[in-house]
């Protein structure tokens, strides 16, 4: 969590000394030191797909947020709907968080995080957060879906109430997390 142990390696002499500071930093925050290398994509969109799934088989989008603007990898600021991506695209990042879901058999409220690269109009699978996360209320107010009454009607066996044609986002959320930082002391809290 929170960019704990990622390094960004722009030099390949940085290389060795990046992967020694990332397990370490690993180690000490997880008890494990492994780390994996993924591409590193500059000027990057955070763009999550809310997901609802069922124990009956059907699993929905509920469109995206944005939670791009974040600081130490922290959000700060999520929207929805995103201003970076159009309506062809929003429909097969849906569609793949759909099948991602469904192909671990995933039940619950969750959400896929992927990163869009708007120079390429390509998006990379980043995460799945198996839980309901802080910024759900920006869904919830332009889908008009009560997300945490919708998951307890999960956990209870019951079927999904809707659709995916049911679901029609109207407007535009926006949600801001304030934090109490003193910004003349490196933003400590």
């Given at each position: 969590g929170g960019g704990k142990g990622m390094r960004a390696v722009l030099?390949?002499?940085?290389?060795?000394?990046?992967?020694?500071?990332?397990?370490?930093?690993?180690?000490?925050?997880?008890?494990?030191?492994?780390?994996?290398?993924?591409?590193?994509?500059?000027n990057a969109r955070h763009i999550e797909i809310q997901v609802l799934a069922d124990s009956h088989g059907?699993?929905?989008?509920?469109?995206?947020?944005?939670?791009?603007?974040?600081?130490?990898?922290?959000?700060?600021?999520?929207?929805?709907?995103?201003?970076?991506?159009?309506e062809?695209?929003?429909?097969?990042?849906?569609?793949?968080?759909?099948?991602a879901a469904e192909s671990v058999g995933y039940v619950n409220a969750g959400t896929i995080e992927f990163l869009f690269d708007s120079k390429d109009n390509k998006y990379y699978f980043l995460e799945m957060n198996t839980r309901l996360q802080v910024e759900h209320p920006v869904t919830e107010l332009v889908t008009g879906i009560d997300i945490v009454k919708e998951q307890i009607a999960i956990a209870a066996g019951r079927?999904?109430?809707?659709?995916?044609?049911?679901?029609?986002?109207?407007?535009?959320?926006?949600?801001?997390?304030?934090?109490?930082?003193?910004?003349?002391?490196?933003?400590?809290?």
């Open positions: 030099d390949a002499g940085a290389f060795e000394s990046a992967i020694g500071a990332a397990r370490r930093e690993a180690m000490a925050a997880f008890g494990n030191d492994e780390v994996y290398l993924e591409k590193l994509i500059t059907n699993t929905i989008h509920l469109g995206e947020r944005e939670c791009s603007i974040q600081r130490r990898h922290q959000k700060l600021i999520e929207e929805a709907p995103s201003v970076a991506i159009d062809k695209m929003r429909a097969e990042m849906g569609r793949v968080a759909v099948a079927r999904l109430r809707y659709r995916q044609e049911d679901i029609a986002p109207k407007g535009w959320a926006i949600e801001c997390r304030i934090t109490a930082e003193d910004p003349f002391n490196n933003f400590m809290p």
